[in-house]
């Protein structure tokens, strides 16, 4: 199992006598400790831009959170997506995937959790009273993967009972851990998906540094849906690497042989999308890579995605072989437009 053991951690004065601060120190005995007065001022050096990333994510910062602990997610004009919300409960995560869009996103790529747990609680509760009967989706993996630090901060075994008492409400956890001991010991609830972003071997290898193989990705999933929960599958980012399609098929078929389908909520496809100043980062830390070769193009939300046909091919052939495997899962595109949408809804619904 993957388990966090930073080399330092940087604790904000202010949350020093945190229940939660005082938790994972008691996990991380005899670790570095720096104390600071605001997590987005740490500055770590190194020689090169990747250099700095390696090292930051060698760290973990606990921190409050400043500013909003719920936040609403609308999909900008030209994207298809319904209004959900995300509980922003860390920044960054340990992993170091090529195509993150968290490397140009945040002052510094230290990890950092949010142990204000109760504030936070208390204003999801506020969203969730809100909405009364009506339906409404909790991400907790936008900014931070959902369960990486989870076996620290233990927040899992606060969401979960919440959401459970809101059956209206659905909590999505999307994650590339192993980190799932949490899941396992408490009582699963209908309303709550675990999602695992499971990748081809070769881009695990080739792209996402420090994540759990894909072998050990369905071997957690297997276990949560043995503990009675319900699974996501996210195919995203979809890269396009050489004979994409075969390692695309293959995995599906391991997936569709290892995991419960009936427990499968979702299969959502995305493709490799970003911003242009991601690419400076991606090019400075690894100058030979082969992420951003092929044809993408702007889109309506300024992001660069894979040509249109292109990418709608490759949802259309993914899409089959996930029809052929199983008729009835509910399969969905991430960050898509309608045009896209249209021309594949045909092999996806
Ligand atoms: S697991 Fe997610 S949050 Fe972490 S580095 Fe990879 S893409 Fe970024």
Redesign the pocket.
């Known amino acids: 199992m993957h388990k966090l053991q930073p080399k330092k951690i940087f604790i904000e004065k202010d949350v020093v006598n945190s229940p939660v601060t005082r938790q994972i120190l008691d996990k991380l005995p005899d670790i570095t400790v720096e104390y600071i007065d605001d997590y987005r001022s740490i500055k770590v050096d190194g020689r090169t831009t990747d250099d700095v990333f390696k090292k930051s994510k060698e760290c973990l910062a606990i921190a409050g959170k400043k500013g909003e602990l719920v936040k609403q997610f609308r999909c900008r004009d030209g994207i298809v997506g319904d209004t959900e919300y995300f509980i922003s409960h860390g920044n960054?995560?340990s992993?170091?995937?090529d195509?993150?869009f968290?490397q140009c996103y945040f002052d510094n790529a230290v990890p950092t959790v949010f142990v204000n747990h109760d504030e936070m609680l208390d204003d999801i509760k506020d969203v969730l009273l809100a909405a009364g009967d009506k339906k409404i989706v909790f991400h907790a993996g936008e900014l931070?993967?959902a369960m990486?630090f989870d076996d620290l901060t233990g927040l899992s075994c606060k969401l979960i009972p919440l959401f459970s008492e809101y059956p209206n409400a659905r909590l999505e956890l999307r994650t590339?851990t192993t980190t799932v001991e949490n899941l396992l010991n408490i009582k699963a609830a209908d309303n709550i998906v675990v999602s695992w972003t499971f990748s081809p071997q070769v881009i695990v290898d080739t792209h996402?540094h420090k994540?759990p193989s894909l072998e050990q990705r369905i071997r957690a999933a297997e276990d949560v849906q043995a503990a009675g929960y319900n699974v996501g599958i996210c195919l995203d980012p979809i890269i396009l690497c050489d004979d994409w399609f075969d390692h695309y098929k293959t995995m599906l078929e391991i997936l569709f042989e290892r995991l419960n389908i009936e427990m499968v909520k979702f299969i959502s496809l995305g493709g490799f999308r970003y911003l242009s100043s991601l690419t400076r980062v991606i090019r400075e830390r690894d100058p030979q890579t082969n992420l951003l070769l092929g044809e993408f193009v702007p889109c309506v939300d300024g992001k660069y995605r894979y040509f249109r046909p292109t990418r709608a091919e490759a949802y259309k052939e993914i899409g089959k072989v996930i029809r052929e495997l199983a008729k009835d899962v509910k399969i969905s595109l991430c960050m898509e437009t309608p045009e896209v949408w249209n021309s594949v809804k045909d092999v996806l619904r």
């Open positions: 960054n995560c992993f170091d995937c195509y993150c968290l931070c993967d990486a590339k996402e994540t």
